[in-house]
């Protein structure tokens, strides 16, 4: 009889082993599952252990849309910082655990979903049991997973990035989510539009779910914001502790005070008051009293949830737990001045799209801005330097004075006519460059560096010409437009050509042109003399043809090119020679990065009619060293 319960008892133990894995899984919400089950890695998060979803209250409901069965497309418009990729790997998650199909997750490149997959999903599945029990260990002989697939019982992740168009269009899918949309390519190769790829390969599934989710980016060109739009279109708004009303948190209602110091060639900002003001009582309250406050969801288009089922959010990291208003203003702060830096504070912290095109003020309030100057060089002025236009029948030039923190004035503008190959022309630009300037006190400054342009038809003219200047650092330059080109780069060497023969050689600087218009327009937003600020003279060559032609050019964005961004002219405004000599001129202090502080104490300590040595870059040719005879004609490159 002991043997027979013995045979009786290891027959149910094995019957309840085999049939524990058919036990419906609990009952739970997305946000209820993450809550118990889901672990936070160290790789991914700065608050390790236990997921809570009180941490991100706002999170909760976009979380648990995902368990509305007439909820088909989930749309999640937010900054960094307020847990938007916590939530995909938390729907991810919860249906390998509760609700297993086929998932396909798609970031901007494969390298993003490489990088996704080693830093986010992996961590995730090792240290959340759960989901360790279900998905085979990689490293296992007979595993069937990658690094960009998954497998566990009842579906598998595909991960890819949107230019794999055999990823996006092959086997059905149930589950898609979507990264970064902003980021996507416009067409997966020949195939079309990437996310319409991957939701037809969802048609066979009545229970089917989309997610996608983005940083916003450039007003009318963004992605995220057109499906947004389609969407319930929902706000979080916090409710105003004195008034009542429900509001949602913008940079337009933040106001505060601060201080500005000097470290180095930096200003250095410190927040010194910080509030919020309700738009519907205009009553103030401070950070923490806002953020203990309740909030909701508002939603502004409710009908698309019954019409398509299509819940969209937009988020801000206004609101976020782990970014303070003081971080977001003093980047801000440090944006001032600078476009794109400035658009990645709107993308990223505001969770705003950005809708600057690069467009000004017209030149008649620009040119409205000249005033006296009391001697060829106001106060401020510490490097000059020099940008010269090449035409086939003339130079242009413009003498720039730069000062502290990008401060510019305009000292000369001149045209030298005649062919860039005749000797006058150049002994002409030589008493611009010889010359020198002077404050009131009589201190003079002579120009450090001179960029000449060697584009069009005179390219071996301009570089024999500079090589004969070398000692007066004047160096040929050509132009290149691109986003992402730097502004300056090292010289290198460039050979002079003559007649099919080789004479000799001059050092050649590349400069990235679209960066350098971009840095001219941002510092003519500047409206106060400080830094940044363009200072312009009172004087018939900074007259209404100049200023046309430095605002001769306006940035324009043309969707589906490899650089959407592009410089167009300004209809009306053909000549744009004070805009590359502008641009010349930056680029040439750009690559000396002087010591502005040892000049400005070196000309305190000049006394009046004296000039001051001009500032040398660090990293720039050196004349020839005259070692032996053999080394007479070489040219020895620091960089």
Not at 132 to 149: G, Y
Not at 420 to 431: C, F, G, H, I, R
Not at 456 to 484: N, S
């Amino acid at each position: 009889m002991t043997m027979k319960r013995t045979d009786e008892e290891r027959l149910n133990s094995a019957i309840a082993k085999s049939i524990a894995g058919f036990k419906p899984p609990e009952k739970l919400t997305v946000s209820e599952w993450a809550d118990k089950k889901r672990r936070l890695s160290a790789e991914s998060s700065a608050e390790v252990g236990q997921w809570r979803t009180s941490r991100t209250p706002y999170m909760k409901e976009v979380l648990d849309s995902f368990n509305d069965p007439k909820v088909k497309h989930i749309v999640v418009v937010a900054s960094s910082q307020v847990g938007k990729s916590e939530t995909i790997n938390n729907m991810i998650g919860y249906i390998i655990d509760q609700d297993p199909g086929s998932i396909l997750f798609i970031q901007p490149t494969t390298i993003d979903a490489k990088e996704y997959s080693k830093l986010r999903i992996a961590p995730m599945i090792r240290d959340t049991k759960c989901l360790k029990a279900k998905v085979a260990d990689p490293k296992s002989r007979d595993s069937a997973n990658t690094l960009l697939q998954k497998s566990y019982p009842g579906g598998i992740l595909t991960m890819c990035g949107s230019t794999e168009a055999h990823a996006l269009a092959s086997k059905p899918i149930r589950y898609l989510f979507g990264d970064e949309r902003d980021r996507w390519a416009a067409s997966a190769g020949n195939e079309g539009d990437p996310w319409g790829l991957a939701t037809a390969r969802q048609i066979t599934f009545y229970n089917a779910k989309s997610v996608e989710v983005s940083t916003p980016t450039i007003k009318g060109a963004s992605a995220i914001e057109k499906a947004y739009a389609d969407g319930t279109k929902e706000r979080w708004k916090t409710r105003c502790p004195h008034c009542g009303e429900y509001n949602e948190i913008t940079f337009e209602n933040i106001r505060f005070e601060k201080e500005e110091s000097v470290a180095g060639n930096d200003k250095v900002y410190k927040i010194t008051s910080l509030y919020y003001i309700c738009p519907s009582c205009g009553c103030t309250s401070t950070e923490a009293e806002i953020k203990s406050q309740p909030s909701k969801w508002v939603a502004e288009n409710p009908a698309a949830y019954e019409q398509h089922g299509t819940r969209s959010f937009w988020l801000s990291s206004w609101v976020s737990p782990w970014a303070s208003w003081t971080d977001t203003l003093l980047l801000y702060l440090k944006a001032l001045g600078n476009s794109k830096r400035m658009q990645v504070v709107y993308n990223t912290r505001f969770g705003l799209l950005w809708e600057d095109r690069g467009d000004l003020e017209d030149e008649d309030s620009v040119m409205a801005r000249r005033e006296e100057y009391k001697a060829e060089l106001p106060d401020g002025v510490l490097v000059l330097t020099c940008g010269v236009d090449t035409q086939d029948d003339r130079l242009e030039y413009e003498v720039v004075g730069h000062g502290h923190f990008g401060e510019t004035w305009g000292i000369k503008k001149g045209i030298i006519m005649g062919r860039p190959d005749s000797d006058e022309v150049w002994k002409a630009l030589d008493d611009v460059i010889d010359h020198i300037y002077r404050f009131e006190n009589g201190v003079g400054l002579k120009i450090s560096t001179t960029y000449c342009d060697e584009g069009g038809h005179f390219t071996q003219d301009v570089r024999m010409r500079c090589a004969e200047r070398l000692g007066k650092k004047v160096f040929a330059i050509k132009g290149r437009g691109g986003d992402g080109i730097p502004f300056t780069a090292p010289p290198k060497k460039q050979k002079i050509i003559v007649r099919g023969r080789t004479i000799g050689q001059c050092w050649g600087f590349e400069i990235g042109v679209d960066a350098g218009k971009q840095l001219i327009m941002d510092n003519l937003r500047v409206q106060s003399p400080g830094a940044k600020y363009c200072h312009f003279p009172r004087r018939d060559d900074y007259g209404a043809a100049y200023f046309k032609g430095l605002l001769s050019e306006r940035l324009v964005y043309k969707e589906g090119h490899k650089s959407p961004w592009q410089w167009e002219k300004i209809p009306g405004h053909e000549r744009n020679e004070a805009l590359d000599c502008r641009n010349y001129a930056m680029a040439a202090a750009k690559a000396l990065s002087p010591d502005y502080d040892a000049i400005d104490r070196r000309l305190r300590e000049t006394t009046a009619g004296k000039e001051t040595p001009v500032a040398t870059a660090v990293n720039q040719p050196k004349q020839p060293t005259k070692r032996r005879q053999s080394t007479l004609n070489k040219h020895y490159d620091e960089w």
